[in-house]
């Protein structure tokens, strides 16, 4: 009776992986990466692809917002820097990557 209970919880005796082994050991971690990748990775290379792009075709006269807040007119634009408007006779000057968006004409 006991050598029965024994051999029940050694190995297979075919040396077969029973359920569960190999590559289905692998597969929740498959899914949990997968799932990841659509809820955050993409979205997020997404976004930064499209900030590049925004900030690479600012021009003059643009309505922008920067990441601080302020609301202004693009006066003029560098290679690393854009000068923005933001009153009358007041001029700042701010690394691109500070521009956090163009506004729309129609936004105060």
Do not use: C, W
């Amino acid at each position: 009776m006991l050598t029965d209970l024994a051999y029940a919880m050694g190995p297979n005796p075919q040396g077969a992986q029973g359920q569960g082994g190999g590559l289905m050991g692998f597969l929740p971690l498959v899914l949990i990466f997968v799932i990841f990748y659509f809820l955050l990775i993409r979205p997020q290379q997404k976004r930064a692809k499209e900030q590049k792009t925004m900030l690479d075709n600012l021009k003059k006269g643009d309505k922008v917002i920067t990441s601080g807040g302020e609301y202004g007119v693009i006066e003029e634009v560098r290679p690393n820097t854009v000068t923005v408007k933001i009153a009358e006779n007041v001029r700042v000057k701010y690394g691109r990557a500070y521009i956090a968006a163009i506004r729309q004409t129609d936004e105060e």
